[in-house]
């Protein structure tokens, strides 16, 4: 079944550790996202790929670094985790144009202590 | 440049009721726009869409809702409110760049 993953769901870590969340989809899709959603608020582009080897940074200023190096993998990395970046992070996908729709993952709720 | 703005942050509804959800929108181009809904802790899930068809687009769970050009709006709809639907609906629209961008959320609640 065409889907789109995200793991851990839920993590708790300490400041100052390195993390990869991580997202993977099974549509073929070109375009993929990452967001940041704090609770209750609005999602902010942090990071969009058009392809492999192909990333670019979103609106919001954010300190982790993707890579795309398959079609299906699109990983975010925190080279140094702090209280700031607790948040909820969701990763999407597109075909190709503006018409059609983003799926989106069931998102990593992250919590930096 | 595009924007969405989502006029209400919280809708209040007895069940059975109607709800509206409202969405404007501001764009260069001819956009495409979307609604998505969010239950608690769960991602985000495509309620309908339009793509420059039909104004009046069905989407799931017996939502719906109306392009309106001249109004620039998007609104979402249903006839009768279900206590499933108590979630956080986003607007979206995308003019043809790589971005999808978001309003604010509108945060329904359904009373029994």
């Known amino acids: 079944e065409a889907d789109i993953y995200q793991t851990p769901r839920y993590l708790v870590i300490g400041t100052g550790k390195k993390i990869t969340l991580e997202c993977s989809q099974t549509?073929?899709?070109?375009?993929m996202y990452w967001y940041q959603q704090d609770p209750g608020m609005e999602l902010h582009l942090i990071h969009y790929?058009?392809?492999?080897?192909?990333?670019e940074k979103g609106d919001l200023s954010s300190e982790s670094t993707v890579s795309r190096i398959r079609t299906e993998h699109f990983p975010l990395t925190l080279e140094s985790a702090r209280p700031s970046h607790t948040s909820q992070y969701l990763c999407?996908?597109?075909?190709?144009?503006?018409?059609?729709?983003?799926?989106f993952g069931p998102g990593t709720r992250l919590t930096v202590l | 440049a595009q924007s969405v703005t989502q006029l209400d942050s919280h809708v209040s509804v007895s069940e059975g009721t109607p709800v509206l959800l409202r969405c404007n929108y501001s764009?260069?181009?001819?956009?495409?726009l979307f609604w998505y809904v969010q239950h608690p802790n769960k991602g985000l899930q495509l309620l309908l869409k339009?793509?420059?068809?039909?104004?009046l687009v069905k989407g799931i769970n017996g939502f719906e809702a109306e392009f309106k050009k001249s109004e620039t709006s998007f609104h979402l709809t249903k006839p009768s409110a279900h206590m499933s639907d108590a979630a956080e609906y986003f607007c979206?629209?995308?003019?043809?760049?790589?971005?999808?961008?978001f309003g604010t959320g509108t945060r329904l609640k359904v009373l029994a």
């Open positions: 999407a996908s597109s075909e190709g144009d503006r018409h059609h729709p983003a799926f």
């Open positions: 549509m073929g899709h070109d375009k």
């Open positions: 790929s058009y392809g492999v080897n192909s990333t």
């Open positions: 764009s260069s181009y001819s956009p495409s």
């Open positions: 339009y793509t420059s068809a039909a104004t």
């Open positions: 979206v629209v995308n003019s043809g760049t790589y971005k999808y961008i």
